[in-house]
């Protein structure tokens, strides 16, 4: 479904705002994301998780329980490995200082998106 004319430039006047207002973050959102998920972890975590479950099936059928705690665990670390994101530029994670002043930046953000509304909102009335 198509965007009104309206509706189109009030997109585009959210992008400038954040491009104004946080500019590290509004490239962050443009370009791909630096995690992204792996075939290649699906697959191989898909089949340690086929694996956990056939050793957990196993340690059931064999009434050996730390067989079955293994298996439920390999299962389980199947499934994390699977799911888990990888990070392709290699950097680490953000200190909490960059997480800091990217949440200050983003109530500076919706404070004034919130303003800009209401103004509008008054405006039609």
Do not use: C
């Not at 946080?22 to 490239?27: E, L, R, Y």
């Not at 997480?99 to 909102?121: I, Q, T, Y």
């Amino acid at each position: 479904m198509a965007l009104s004319e309206h509706e189109q430039r009030l997109l585009d006047q959210l992008e400038q705002q954040l491009h104004a207002d946080d500019p590290k973050f509004a490239h962050s959102m443009a370009s791909s994301t630096s995690r992204s998920m792996s075939t290649r972890r699906i697959v191989i975590g898909s089949l340690v998780t086929i694996a956990g479950v056939a050793v957990l099936l196993l340690g059931i059928w064999n009434q050996f329980i730390p067989v079955g705690v293994a298996g439920f665990l390999v299962m389980g670390a199947g499934v994390y490995y699977a799911t888990s994101k990888t990070r392709l530029d290699g950097a680490a994670p953000n200190s909490g200082k960059g997480a800091k002043a990217s949440s200050s930046a983003g109530g500076g953000f919706l404070s004034s998106l919130e303003e800009k509304w209401d103004e509008r909102k008054r405006d039609q009335t």
